[in-house]
């Protein structure tokens, strides 16, 4: 098993930035994809961004591509997911989330174990 802590969240105007980290504790932590979803109040979880257990491939929504980038470093036990030019639309809670397998890296339901999400606010 693996249990994942996000942290890194916070306040911001828009066009500024933030970096999450999810830091993992447990075995293995190279074994394990990692992804990020976002969720708002009364809305599904969405998908934001994975990453491969080697780091090697990643994915995002289309939604923030170009402005949004995740890497690991598996020494660390750390997946980052640096965001830039943020919008309001942003604004989300956001959950770092892994799994050994999948059949896709985009739902968030081939994900079982999960962070407790740290709040991304983007308002002026």
């Known amino acids: 098993q693996v249990q994942l802590v996000e942290s890194g969240g916070g306040l911001v105007q828009p066009g500024g930035s933030l970096r999450l980290s999810c830091v993992a504790s447990?075995?293995?932590?190279?074994?394990?994809?990692v992804a990020w979803f976002r969720q708002i109040p009364g809305k599904a979880r969405e998908f934001v961004s994975s990453?491969?257990?080697?780091?090697?491939?990643?994915y995002y929504n289309d939604s923030v591509k170009g402005r949004f980038t995740i890497s690991r470093d598996n020494t660390r036990n750390t997946v980052l997911l640096q965001m830039n030019s943020l919008e309001p639309e942003d604004t989300a809670v956001y959950y770092c989330?892994?799994?050994?397998?999948?059949?896709?890296?985009?739902?968030?339901?081939?994900?079982?174990?999960w962070g407790q999400g740290t709040q991304v606010t983007v308002s002026s």
């Open positions: 447990g075995r293995s932590f190279s074994t394990y994809a």
């Open positions: 989330a892994a799994a050994t397998f999948y059949s896709s890296p985009y739902y968030s339901r081939d994900y079982p174990y």
């Open positions: 990453i491969t257990k080697t780091g090697g491939s990643t």
